[in-house]
């Protein structure tokens, strides 16, 4: 797959795209 966001894992965590994305929709952190 793609790389679509570029950040840090906070702020990663913090993007509702990246973090359906990267962590799936039903991740809690």
Request: charged share 25%.
């Amino acid at each position: 797959g793609k790389v679509l966001i570029h950040g840090t894992s906070d702020a990663i965590a913090n993007d509702p795209v990246a973090k359906k994305y990267y962590l799936g929709e039903n991740f809690k952190m």
